[in-house]
């Protein structure tokens, strides 16, 4: 099993680099008792030598004969977090002291209960015996002989294999991919190498996938058929290039230095038709880029390789054509899965009872599956056993029967897990807290990541969301976390912090069984046990009842609490509170409490409060004590005023107030310099802005929508914006500006902005195209919108939302350029395509070939399906035809005899999915696929010169590389058609007038 402890050395990591910051601080403190800094230094140098030491006893802590390694692990990791408290509360006395304005502040202070004096005392005689307490318990693995187990090496190299290796096993539901996959592999290749990844989450079968390929009979026509297994995590090229060798009729010496194994691969590639299969490929970005060079010849060759990965970027950076996505099962493929490895029917009574059910829980995972049914095939007339199928997470399922019995399911997992850094390997844990198919609001989770000291800045440079965002990217690449598809391309486009996540169920499964006791999540509280609570760290209660539970059963330690409990008295929530001093996160949103607990005040840690959707009116003044609080949220509470108490959290980077309908006053906004969000969108009673917000420099989210009680905002607020230099995503939609302000386009940094709904605005300013970093715009329900000007230079915009721009007269766009496109409602849009590089491109050499077969229309109309397509030509319309999902029409005319003959007779477009080009990344929706291979040569091409029929001497020219099977790249425009097609589909009946050129 996966184990219970594989958080020590993350949360290690974690305390030796937070001591080591304040390290150099701590020397000058008044030396009290002790020395405090000396204790500290000391604690780091012995966390610092243990966690090589932890990382091995992770990986080797499973089993029964090794619960004294376990306990030991536990030890170690409860008292890291409890140095980092004392940590904590020690420099938040020291700050509090020096805080104080006067000496007469200070005194009071000292004559406390809290001086601040004695706390320190304390804390530093608490630090010394928790520094000794560390030292005694770094040698009790010697001391009772369990060091052995920590140092022994653990290979999961062939242990992650979860393709089905038994050839009597039949393989469901990957007939459609294996012959997609054969129709890439067996096409004549022009290419210097053709790279194909089968990319997909684990458990899908990408080996499974690989392997029917590797064996089928088709694949006998190249000379060598190599499989080479990576070590996910581990890419030695050297060992690789010599996998590759020894399996040809080429031997290489055996001291050959890496380039010339390299040179050898390459000779192999070129000279030989070799089909490769580098399976489980996952590592570093420059590992991928370096093994990618090694394989790539610089000439033509036929050879093929596969590679199969569960990471998307791995997938796109090692790819020279797009990669293969491979998706879930049908429930009847798992079904046939399950029913073969638990060897029995449907007719089984228990799979009556409990199959459908057990097989739902497979979410189209065949590796899930496989485990479920090899579970009930220990013991398959045992109704407990089934029910625990049904029932049991799996990681428990997993931890109860032995690896001989069932086909494991964890073992891929794991090794990912090991390969992540050990910051990203608590963030993902983290994300147990929140109860599996739960909805993560992306923003919110990274805040308390940062809040939790869980985010480490790389080098020293990004911001911590920003370097949160990156970790969100790999959890998102491995298919751990997933975007929530809730939002369309219609919807408001903001900045990808706006996300919607969930946790894969089985990452959750791994995330819940990695993370132990530390995360405690109540969702009832009759079938929780009071001593799970003792040695928690995070917990999430969604319970509708506190009282049910002993308060004196509570963690004290925790740091971090989300409530969701809609019954509960203010009382509970307080008593709670009380206990847990070293609270950093607190979520009393959508709880019942109708005011702000006084026990919160006494939290000095808090980094993190969400009280959104609490009946306040108002804040206590305690709230301006928060001296650490780096979020706050009041998002949809009745708050009337934002007090300028405010103005005392320095740290605040974070302020939502979205939906707070009776906000009027905005005091002293302007002094919150650290801000980096600031969400004011549905606030219609807001009475006066800032003048100026020059002064929130690190501002990069700013949200002004809706707020109707101004039809535009003050020139100065505008022009201020200009001075915002990290501003990434503006949200003014609402407003009723006729025309930006020239100086608009002095936002360099802006690559999100919303202009939707500014019913009043005609055009945009020349100084727009100065927005070089523009990913996504939203102009939609701009009915008065005409004119788009400097769009040419957007080079970086992906999204464009121009839905209902109803006086729309013209678009100036490269389409190649748009991932996602609308352009619905818009009644006459004119498109035209704009070349983006000098010299002639395909696409150029395309309309050129379409000009030749025009007769007579300079401009041609793209009509929706359901109305007949404009007077295009020859094999123009039958492309265009194609596009649309029509029927291609034979081109007719009359011959001398009279009789209609077909002027292209035969020709056909034919869809198939050998080769997808997607216009749309994999954080959204494609808005087409197509293939360069479904457009077939066609049977009986007209000769050039030819004619057909007597009244015209017009001569057929048959345009060159529109069809041409022998370079698969050879109709670059095809994107644009499509794009067109996607986009007239989307416009409801209206038309896209495309110029020539277009397509």
């Known amino acids: 099993m996966v184990g219970t402890e594989m958080l020590v050395a993350a949360a290690v990591s974690q305390v030796a680099r937070k001591i080591s910051e304040i390290v150099s601080v701590a020397q000058g403190e008044v030396k009290l008792c002790c020395n405090f800094s000396d204790d500290l230094e000391k604690i780091k140098d012995t966390l610092v030598y243990l966690e090589d030491l932890l990382k091995n006893a992770e990986k080797n802590s499973f089993g029964s004969d090794r619960a004294n390694l ?24 020291k700050e509090q002291f020096e805080g104080s304005s006067s000496y007469a502040q200070k005194g009071s202070l000292f004559c406390s209960f809290s001086n601040p004096v004695l706390s320190k005392a304390s804390m530093v005689y608490k630090m010394k015996s928790k520094r000794e307490l560390l030292q005694t318990r770094q040698h009790l693995p010697t001391q009772y002989h369990f060091i052995s187990l920590i140092n022994s090496v653990v290979d999961f190299d062939e242990k992650q294999t979860t393709s089905y290796r038994n050839s009597d096993i039949t393989i469901f539901g990957r007939g459609r991919d294996l012959e997609n996959l054969m129709d890439m592999i067996m096409q004549k290749s022009v290419d210097e190498l053709s790279i194909i990844s089968i990319v997909g989450r684990v458990g899908l079968g990408k080996t499974s996938l690989a392997q029917l ?47 010339s194994i390299k040179n050898v691969v390459q000779t192999i590639l070129i000279k030989y038709k070799c089909l490769i299969v580098l399976d489980s490929l996952w590592g570093k970005d420059e590992e991928v880029n370096e093994l990618k060079q090694m394989l790539l010849t610089g000439r033509q060759t036929q ?27 049908s429930k009847d493929d798992c079904l046939n899965i399950f029913s073969q490895r638990a060897m029995t029917g449907q007719g089984d009574p228990l799979f009556r009872e409990y199959g459908e059910e057990i097989v739902k829980r497979c979410d189209g995972t065949p590796l899930v599956a496989n485990f479920l049914g090899s579970v009930v095939n220990t013991q398959r007339q045992r109704r407990e056993i089934w029910q625990a199928a049904k029932d049991k997470e799996m990681w428990k399922i997993e931890e109860d029967y032995p690896e001989d019995k069932i086909s494991p399911l964890f073992p891929s997992f794991k090794i990912i897990y090991y390969n992540m850094p050990h910051d990203l390997r608590l963030c993902f844990a983290y994300c147990s807290i929140f109860p599996k198919g739960s909805v993560i609001d992306k923003k919110k989770l990274i805040q308390q990541w940062i809040a939790l000291d869980m985010i480490e800045s790389r080098h020293g440079t990004l911001p911590l969301d920003v370097t949160a965002e990156k970790y969100i990217d790999e959890l998102k690449a491995i298919y751990f976390l997933q975007v929530f598809e809730k939002h369309q391309i219609t919807a408001e486009i903001s900045n990808a912090s706006e996300e919607m996540l969930f946790l894969n169920n089985f990452a959750h499964d791994l995330a819940r069984s990695v993370a132990g006791e530390d995360i405690l999540v109540i969702l009832d509280a009759d079938n929780e046990r ?25 963690p004290s330690k925790a740091r971090s609490l989300i409530f969701k409990t809609s019954d509960t008295e203010l009382e509970h929530v307080s008593e709670v509170l009380s206990v847990n001093k070293y609270l950093r996160v607190l979520d009393l949103s959508e709880c019942s409490v109708n005011e702000i607990p006084a026990a919160i005040f006494q939290l000095k840690q808090l980094r993190y409060l969400d009280a959104s959707t609490l009946s306040i009116a108002t804040l206590p003044p305690q709230v301006g004590s928060f001296n650490k609080l780096q979020t706050l949220d009041l998002s949809e509470t009745e708050l009337m005023e934002l007090p300028s108490f405010l103005s005392n959290l320095k740290g605040l980077n974070y302020l939502n107030l979205q939906g707070c309908r009776k906000l009027q006053e905005l005091n002293s906004l302007d002094l919150l310099h650290e801000l980096h969000y600031l969400n004011l969108s549905c606030c219609p009673e807001v009475r006066s802005f800032p003048e100026s917000v020059e002064n929130l420099t690190k501002l990069r989210f700013l949200n002004l929508s809706q707020c109707s009680k101004f039809p535009t905002l003050p ?113 006459d849009c004119i498109v035209q395509s704009c070349s983006r590089s000098s010299r002639s491109s395909p696409s150029q050499q395309l309309s050129e070939q379409a000009e030749q077969v025009r007769l007579s229309n300079d401009i041609f109309e793209i009509i929706h399906e359901d109305t007949a397509i404009g007077d295009l030509k020859g094999k123009t319309k039958l492309a265009f035809a194609s596009l649309l999902d029509e029927e291609p029409e034979v081109i007719t005319k009359p011959n001398e005899t009279g009789d209609m003959v077909p002027l292209v007779p035969g020709h056909q477009f034919l869809l198939s999915s050998s080769r997808s080009y997607s216009l749309a990344s994999s954080s959204s929706a494609p808005l087409a696929s197509v293939s360069s291979s479904d457009v077939s040569k066609m049977e009986h091409p007209i000769s050039r010169g030819e004619t057909t029929g007597t009244q015209s001497n017009e001569k057929w020219q048959e345009p060159q590389g529109f069809i041409n099977d022998s370079t698969e790249d050879s109709i670059p425009s095809l994107d644009t058609m499509v794009h067109l097609r996607e986009a007239v589909k989307g416009s409801n009946g209206s038309h896209v007038t495309a110029c020539n050129g277009a397509c």
């Open 70 to 93: 376990r306990h030991w692990l536990a030890q170690i990791k409860s008292l890291a977090f409890d140095i980092e408290d004392i940590v904590d509360d020690y420099y938040s006395s």
């Open 213 to 259: 390929v590797f064996n089928d009979t088709r694949t006998k026509a190249f000379r060598f058929r190599i499989w080479v297994h990576v070590s996910m995590g581990n890419v030695v090229l050297e060992k690789i290039g010599k996998d590759i060798v020894a399996q040809t009729s080429v031997r290489i010496e055996g001291n050959m230095q890496l380039q």
């Open 303 to 329: 050879s093929k390789i596969i590679v199969t990965t569960q990471s998307d970027k791995v997938a796109d950076l090692v790819s020279t054509r797009p990669p293969y996505k491979l998706s879930a099962l």
């Open 530 to 554: 009071n001593n799970r609570y003792c040695d928690c760290r995070y917990a999430h209660v969604s319970t509708s009842s506190l009282q049910s539970i002993d308060s004196k059963a509570w």
């Open 715 to 827: 020139n100065r607020l505008l022009q201020s914006f200009a001075s915002l230099c990290s501003l990434v995503d503006l949200n003014l939609s609402g407003f009723e500006f006729q025309m930006l302000p020239e100086f608009f386009g002095n936002i360099c940094s802006l690559q999100y902005l919303n202009l939707s709904k500014c019913s009043k605005l005609e055009e945009l300013p020349q100084s727009f195209g100065q927005l070089a970093y523009l990913k996504a715009l939203n102009l939609s329900s701009c009915p008065d919108l005409k004119i788009l000007g400097s769009f040419e230079c957007l080079t970086s915009l992906q999204i464009l939302n121009l839905s209902n721009c109803h006086s729309l007269q013209y678009l100036p766009l490269c389409l190649q350029s748009i991932k996602n496109l609308d352009i619905s409602g818009c009644q």
